[in-house]
T-cell receptor, first 114, second 111 residues
């Protein structure tokens, strides 16, 4: 079946612009996660959703980052006033339910801020 | 969560078994051992997980020592496509959401 999809696959933006990244999880998966991976670095957890709710936003790097999920499905990660340090691959994952660590990852969105 | 320690890199000849070790000496009784891998330019991929018994699936086998302080992921017949960074992660199932990735082991399968 269809896996996790993310769009766009690549995004180049100018410093100071806003960007929106989209994640479409596996159908029926109630939990959704956002991570990012900077060049040559490990994966950094950002935020998770249980259904449409994100109980803990403390992993978001700054208040320029926000995320939402609607209809228990698609999620968007928005970065306002992008900075060069935001350049990274943003990965989305989903799992059958919260607390299940068998997570399925999308291919990621490579964000480059110039 | 228990800390995990993995060698930074390993080589393996194509067609041979790749044995990737992981130490988790402070693991607690309700923590599972998960293995993921990340092939270059792709998202991480779930491989296998276990609590105390050895596990096997179509991708790999997981051997957990009796004291649970270490484990080994075995790829029985490594191929060039198995070249990736392999992550060993310890988590209490059902209590938290996110995976915590360390630096992993970079496995290079050579012809």
């Amino acid at each position: 079946g269809a896996g996790v999809s993310q769009s766009p696959s690549n995004k180049v933006t100018e410093k100071g612009k806003d960007v929106e990244l989209r994640c479409d999880p596996i159908s029926g998966h109630t939990a959704l996660y956002w991570y990012r991976q900077s060049l040559g670095q490990g994966l950094e957890f950002l935020i998770y959703f249980q259904g449409n709710s994100a109980p803990d936003k403390s992993g978001l790097p700054s208040d320029r980052f926000s995320a939402e999920r609607t209809g228990g499905s698609v999620s968007t990660l928005t970065i306002q006033r992008t900075q060069q340090e935001d350049s990274a691959v943003y990965l989305c994952a989903s799992s059958l339910a919260f607390g299940f660590y068998e997570q399925y990852f999308g291919p990621g969105t490579r964000l480059t801020v110039t | 969560d228990a800390k995990t320690t993995q060698p930074p890199s390993m080589d393996c000849a194509e067609g041979r078994a790749a044995n990737l070790p992981c130490n988790h000496s402070t693991i607690s009784g309700n923590e599972y051992v998960y293995w993921y891998r990340q092939i270059h330019s792709q998202g991480p991929q779930y491989i296998i997980h276990g609590l105390k018994n050895n596990e096997t699936n179509e991708m790999a086998s997981l051997i957990i020592t009796e004291d649970r302080k270490s484990s080994t992921l075995i790829l029985p017949h490594a191929t060039l496509r198995d070249t990736a960074v392999y992550y060993c992660i310890v988590r209490v199932e059902g209590s938290q959401g996110n995976l915590i990735f360390g630096k992993g082991t970079k496995l290079s399968v050579k012809p």
